[in-house]
Nanobody
């Protein structure tokens, strides 16, 4: 299984970005897809996850600003990020869980300037 993320970049505070992550490979039947992020010098943290049935888990730090969605037919997960803040600056990693195995994407940089 391979994950290809895209959509990161530089944006001013208050702006928006949309991340995409497409999974490819054999035997894809992803139970869970999602996004984590890691700021410089910080631990990786949860941003949002979504099950194949559409149930989401979004922590309070981004709830109301970030929206996760997925297209099961395309094995793709999206993260719509609105009202971005400088503290959202990080490398964003996508994740998919197939069976009991985790697969991670290569990361995409999101930088929010004040």
């Amino acid at each position: 299984v391979q994950l290809q993320a895209s959509g990161g970049g530089l944006v001013q505070a208050g702006g928006s970005l949309r991340l995409s992550c497409a999974a490819s490979g054999s035997g894809l039947n992803s139970n869970l897809m999602g996004w984590f992020r890691q700021a410089s010098g910080q631990q990786r943290e949860l941003v949002a996850t979504i099950t194949s049935g559409g149930n989401t888990n979004v922590p309070g730090s981004v709830r109301g600003r970030f929206t996760i969605s997925r297209d099961n037919a395309k094995n793709t997960v999206y993260l719509q990020m609105d009202n971005l803040r400088p503290e959202d600056t990080a490398v964003y990693y996508c994740l998919t869980v197939v069976g009991n195995r985790e697969y991670w994407g290569q990361g995409t940089q999101v930088t929010v300037s004040s």
